[in-house]
C-alpha cells in the first residue's frame, strides 16, 4: 500500500488492533525471518481465546527455524501452480479470482483513499494486504482515521464474510505448522472484531 501521513489521536485500544492486524498482515505476506519469529516467540496472552491462541503461538515460534517456515509457507500459499490454500476473498466468496468481491474492494479503496504499491502485483482482496488496509484506517495511515461506522462497514463488506473461514482453513491445512497457530489467532480476532461491531450497532 502507498501511505499518506498519519493524522489524528489513536486510543491505545484501537493501537493495539491496528498492531494485530498489521502482525497478521505482516506474516501472512511473507516467511517470517529469525527477528519476527524471536518477536514472536516473546509473545504473551491472557485467558481468553484469543490470548490463548496468542500463546499457543509463542509456543511454536519459539521452536520454529526460518528455513523450515520458509517450506510450509511456499506449501501453504506458492506451491506447484498453486498452493493449498488461495488467500483471496474473491475466490471465498465466488470460488473464482478476480470477481465482483476484489471490484468492490478497488471502489472503496478509491473512495477511501487506498491505492495499490508499485511493487505489489497480486490482487487486492488478499487476506495480508485486507489486514494491511484495516490496520491503515484505524490508525490513519491513508490520511485520516476511519471511524468505527466506516470501520464496520469495511469489515462488513471485506473481512467479515470470509476471514475466519480462511483462517479456520489455515489452522486445517495440512502443510501448517506454525501457521496453524496463526490461523486460530486470526479466527479468534475476528470474532472479536466481528462481536465489537455488532455492539457498536446497536
Known sequence: MNVVAPVSEVTQEDRLRADLY?????????SPDQMLLDQTAVLTGDDTPLGQAIQ????????SKPKAVQTEYNALFIGLGRGE????ASYYLTGFLNEK????LRATMANFGMTRADDIFEPEDNIASLMEMMAGMIIGRFGRTATV???????GAHIGTWAKHYFND???AKSSVLYASIGAVGAAFMDIEREAFRMTAI
Open 149 to 155: 461506522a466506516e470501520q464496520a462497514e469495511f469489515f
Open 22 to 30: 498489521n502482525y497478521l498482515g505482516l506474516m501472512l505476506v511473507g
Open 85 to 88: 490454500l488461495l488467500p483471496y
Open 170 to 172: 489455515l489452522k486445517a
Open 56 to 63: 499457543g503461538l509463542a509456543r511454536v515460534a519459539k521452536v
Open 101 to 104: 468481491p476484489l471490484a468492490n
